[in-house]
């Protein structure tokens, strides 16, 4: 189920990263972010602020050096891009096991297999000029609704660089 949607504007890298880290108090072990849009449109820049507002020390790397990252916080944060993998591949990472344990958030997210995406939250991306991108978040679910609510509460001042 597909609600209506809730567009952000980001101007900077900065931007996206604070917007992910004021939506990161609001995650619990179980969620998962489906983070959709094309290439070079933010999609890490934003598992880097939800990293930093779930207070992970380790770095976010470029996901070109793996599949699957387990970045440590408050929770596990389960890094996910499924760019180089064709949707039955996706099937067959063990993701819903990496679940009971965090949070997944997962680039090319169109990709995981439907009963991951049951229940998320989609941001997707689109690029508007060179620092500019659109950011809109819609719900999948029951979980995915609670996640929207508390994008649509988060206020600009939580996102400030
Ligand atoms: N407002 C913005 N938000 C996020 N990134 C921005 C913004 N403006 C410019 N950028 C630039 O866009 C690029 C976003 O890169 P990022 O790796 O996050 O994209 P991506 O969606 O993960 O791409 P890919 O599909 O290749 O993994 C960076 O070079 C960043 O500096
Ligand atoms: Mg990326």
Redesign the pocket.
């Known amino acids: 189920m597909i609600a209506p949607a809730a567009s952000r504007a980001?101007?900077?890298?900065a931007?996206?990263e604070a917007w992910a880290a004021a939506l990161a108090p609001a995650l619990t072990v179980g969620d998962v972010i489906i983070?959709r849009?094309?290439?070079?449109?933010?999609?890490?820049?934003?598992v880097i602020g939800l990293a930093r507002g779930l207070v992970a020390p380790a770095r976010v790397r470029?996901?070109s050096f793996g599949l699957i990252h387990e970045l440590h916080g408050r929770l596990l944060l389960v890094h996910v891009?499924l760019?180089r993998l064709a949707e039955r591949e996706a099937a067959g990472l063990g993701l819903d096991e990496l679940l009971e344990r965090g949070v997944l958030a997962v680039?090319?997210g169109e990709k995981l297999p439907p009963a991951l995406r049951a229940d998320a939250l989609e941001i997707e991306?689109a690029i508007r000029g060179?620092?500019?991108?659109e950011l809109t978040a819609r719900a999948h679910g029951v979980r995915g609704q609670a996640l929207l609510a508390a994008w649509q509460a988060l206020d600009g001042a939580q996102a400030g660089p």
């Open positions: 980001s101007d900077s890298p931007r996206t983070l849009g094309p290439l070079g449109a933010g999609k890490t820049c934003f470029s996901p891009d760019y680039e090319w991306f060179a620092a500019t991108r």
